[in-house]
């Protein structure tokens, strides 16, 4: 007994606290109130998933002062273009992006006692910084936060007062270094010989991506240069759709850059902290793992800004243009329960590898690397271009998980034709585009031909009906996976019907020394593209949903694909929007989606879900 009782006063007063008149005190936001008081006090010292104070990257630009171009109007290299935020000089430029933290008031100290602060582990040096709001102090933006070191000493007088200090991060954790965003703030006294300290652990948040229950804000696209062109009508047509969907969204469109897919150059997602008012958050859009797609630069050019920060994936992988890559192979479950009992609170991020071809890898690490989301592989090398979004998506219902899937579903796809078929329509058309089908160089999955081929023709082509077999093997597949792992029922997925066709092709090796954007696929394996715009590729605007028109076969002048969609979404009260997206985006092997992306809600509590 008198052993343990003197090991607990070694253990819970070291340095000699009798010495000083007050033991040194930090505290952060630990118990996630929004505000840093007294309720902070206790088990600050481990950051558990349950308590604990939150920072973020400070990754944003306030003042818009990052430029693209150098001194002598040059554009900068991607690298140098992804550097610049607010957090990559020494001034805190965003403090209200800034974590609050504060040491208290002392009493009883000499006058030459004397305090730092620093961080832990090693590796927090240079990426979380620390600022002290100094009476007096002004910094050249008229401000008082004064950046501070391990070697900065706060002499008694500020010491005695109570210190206010702000931390903030200079970048994400990646999972390509050593920094795994765990900091410990330590808070050292030296008072005659006797030294004594304090400290609060902290974390920074993960980068989480977003899934279709959170609230859109407004609507990306890809703006057109000219005002004829298919994009351009495009264009104006979502946003007429959202001009009249309820409560309208803003459409934001994106200077025009020779390609349409506003889905696939990035992927948005956010970090957050508590706040006063709620949560604090940035949006973090990660430029895709594709160095030489000239749209990427977007995500600095162009959409950097207050509030909105981006992220450069590391060296070593994703060097080039491989649509494997694309914003459009990444998308989201939304939270739930596995069925093997982990919680995914945040949900799963879900990618496609093409058979023996993974993504990137400085992406693939990047993900993992959060460990709120984790990857769940899929398999698309069955397609052409082989994004997740071409087959599968998560919409929103009012059921035991919150949501359920949709696939799309081509042998619901032949029934279609093959109703019509049974009903004496054979002879019908099944394209009705009815436009200019002028090819231009990227339409390269254009087929005039289409324009003649009747239901009884396209029935009866065996090699056909077998792609579209072969497509559907692999929806199966896929969707056998995820509902492995998410506990919905195989009876509650949705089917949208879709029809493939196969272009399979001995695409180049190669490109000019660069890998090829779309790649050969393995012996013995095919490789579809849609054959009529495929509705499932569309985007979740809560319950509204704007997919391509399909341009199926006219019956009396209806198009039974049209119904069909109509139908299926409208089980789970979505509202169907067709947008004629054929030339625009169809012809070049995408469609609604591809061409268009979401900025949601980032003021998610996710450390309290
Ligand atoms: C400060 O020191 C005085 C004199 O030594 C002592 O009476 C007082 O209790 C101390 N105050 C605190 C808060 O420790
Ligand atoms: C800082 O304040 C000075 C004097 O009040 C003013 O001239 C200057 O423009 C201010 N600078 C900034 C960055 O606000
Ligand atoms: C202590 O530091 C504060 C802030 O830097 C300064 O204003 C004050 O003059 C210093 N006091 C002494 C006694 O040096
Ligand atoms: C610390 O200082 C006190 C008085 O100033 C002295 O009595 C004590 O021996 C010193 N302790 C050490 C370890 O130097
Ligand atoms: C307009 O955009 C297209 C592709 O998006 C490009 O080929 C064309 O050169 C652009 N025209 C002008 C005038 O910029
Ligand atoms: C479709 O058929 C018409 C008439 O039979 C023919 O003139 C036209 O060239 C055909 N178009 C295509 C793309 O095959
Ligand atoms: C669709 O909405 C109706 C009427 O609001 C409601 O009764 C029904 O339960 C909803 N169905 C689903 C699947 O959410």
């Known amino acids: 007994m008198g052993v343990y009782l003197q090991q607990f006063l070694l253990a819970t007063c070291t340095h000699a606290a009798f010495t000083l008149a007050a033991q040194p005190q930090i505290l952060a936001d630990t118990n996630r109130d929004g505000v840093v008081n007294d309720l902070d006090i206790n088990a600050k010292q481990t950051w558990t998933d349950q308590r604990g104070a939150i920072f973020i990257p400070n990754i944003g630009d306030v003042d818009q002062r990052c430029s693209a171009f150098d001194v002598n109007g040059k554009p900068l290299g991607n690298r140098e273009l992804s550097i610049c935020n607010d957090a990559s000089g020494d001034t805190l430029v965003a403090p209200e992006y800034a974590a609050p933290v504060r040491t208290s008031p002392l009493s009883n100290l000499s006058a030459d006692a004397t305090g730092r602060i620093y961080t832990l582990p090693e590796s927090a040096i240079g990426r979380v910084r620390i600022f002290w709001n100094q009476p007096g102090f002004e910094n050249k933006y008229n401000s008082s936060w004064r950046l501070t070191d391990p070697q900065f000493t706060f002499n008694a007088t500020s010491i005695g007062g109570g210190l206010e200090l ?100 990035m992927e948005p997602g956010y970090v957050s902290m508590p706040g006063p008012n709620g949560p604090i958050s940035i949006r973090v859009l990660v430029r895709s793992a594709q160095s030489t797609r000239i749209s990427g630069r977007k995500v600095f050019k162009e959409l950097r800004g207050p509030g909105v920060g981006g992220h450069q994936l590391g060296l070593g992988s994703g060097f080039g ?39 990137a890898e400085s992406m693939m690490d990047f993900m993992v690397a959060q460990e709120a989301q984790s990857p769940l592989f899929l398999e698309a090398g069955w397609l052409a271009v082989g994004h997740v979004d071409e087959f599968v ?26 109703r019509a078929q049974g009903d004496g329509h054979g002879s019908a058309i099944v394209n009705s585009f009815d436009g200019d089908m002028t090819p231009y160089p990227n339409a390269i999955f254009l087929d005039p031909e289409t324009r003649n081929t009747t239901i009884d023709s396209l029935l009866s082509e065996e090699d056909f009906i077998q792609a579209n077999k072969y497509g559907q093997s692999y929806v199966q597949r896929n969707l056998d996976l995820l509902l492995q792992e998410i506990p919905l029922d195989e009876s509650e997925v949705l089917r949208v ?31 579809l593209v849609a054959y009529m715009p495929a509705a499932v590729n569309g985007l979740v605007l809560g319950s509204d949903y704007i997919s391509a028109k399909p341009w199926g076969p006219l019956i009396n002048g209806q198009d039974p694909f049209e119904e069909a969609i109509r139908e299926v979404y409208g089980r789970v009260n979505m509202t169907v929007h067709f947008v004629d997206d ?19 809600d980032t003021s998610i509590p996710w450390w309290s879900t």
């Open 166 to 265: 702000a931390v903030d991060a200079t970048e994400l954790v990646t999972g390509s270094t050593s920094w795994d965003g765990q900091v410990s703030i330590v808070y050292e006294i030296t008072d005659g010989n006797v030294t004594s300290s304090d400290s609060v652990a902290l974390q920074q948040a993960p980068v989480l991506f977003h899934h279709h229950l959170q609230g859109v804000e407004a609507v990306l696209t890809m703006d057109a240069n000219d005002t004829t062109s298919s994009q351009a009508r495009f264009v104006q047509s979502i946003q007429d759709i959202l001009e009249h969907i309820p409560g309208g969204l803003p459409l934001r469109k994106l200077e025009p850059v020779g390609e349409p897919w506003a889905q696939d150059f």
């Open 497 to 527: 019907p879709v029809l493939w066709r196969d272009v399979t092709y001995p695409w180049p090796l190669t490109m000019d020394g660069m890998p090829p954007r779309l790649h050969r696929t393995i012996p013995g394996e095919r490789q």
């Open 582 to 600: 054929y030339m625009s985006h169809h012809v070049q092997g995408g469609e609604v989606h591809c061409g268009t992306n979401s900025l949601r």
């Open 321 to 359: 243009h491989e649509e494997i890559n694309s914003g459009g192979n990444i998308e989201t479950i939304p939270p739930y329960t596995s069925r093997s009992g982990r919680h995914w609170a945040q949900g799963r991020i879900i990618t496609a590898k093409h058979f023996d071809k993974y993504p």
């Open 393 to 418: 998506q998560f919409l929103p219902l009012d059921n035991h998980v919150g949501f359920t899937i949709a696939v799309g579903d081509a042998m619901l796809g032949l029934e279609v034709l093959q």
